[in-house]
């Protein structure tokens, strides 16, 4: 089983970048799947979450009109696009397969974690 994320690096405040989710090993369409970031000297935090069907999301207050998460079931990968990018945007970013939607906001309810990508926004 792997999650593998791509499409982090450094970016000037109000700058955009997409990351990716490839997940392979399981069966991807039973799976709800998240973006959560974890900023130095934080907790890790639900940023956005997506259906296994992908019909319905979640996005968090803070990223809300900016980011958006999106999956393609016939490639097994989940995309944030983050649009606006502010400097507390400056995280590591991992993606998360959660078989339940109630669980979403818990970390131990995971039954899969990527390794993460790193974003820094800064000028």
């Known amino acids: 089983v792997q999650l593998v994320e791509s499409g982090g690096g450094l970016v000037q405040p109000g700058g955009s970048l997409r990351l990716s989710c490839a997940a392979s090993?399981?069966?991807?369409?039973?799976?709800?799947m998240t973006w959560f970031r974890q900023g130095p000297g934080k907790e890790r935090e639900l940023v956005a979450a997506i259906e296994n069907y992908g019909i319905g999301t979640k996005h968090v207050d803070s990223v809300k009109g900016r980011f958006t998460i999106s999956r393609d079931n016939a490639k097994s990968t989940v995309y944030l696009q983050m649009n606006n990018l502010k400097p507390e945007d400056t995280a590591v970013y991992y993606c998360?397969?959660?078989?339940?939607?109630?669980?979403?906001?818990?970390?131990?309810?995971?039954?899969?974690w990527g390794l993460g990508t790193q974003v820094t926004v800064s000028s």
């Open positions: 998360g397969a959660v078989p339940r939607w109630s669980d979403i906001w818990t970390v131990k309810k995971y039954d899969y």
């Open positions: 090993g399981f069966i991807f369409k039973d799976y709800h």
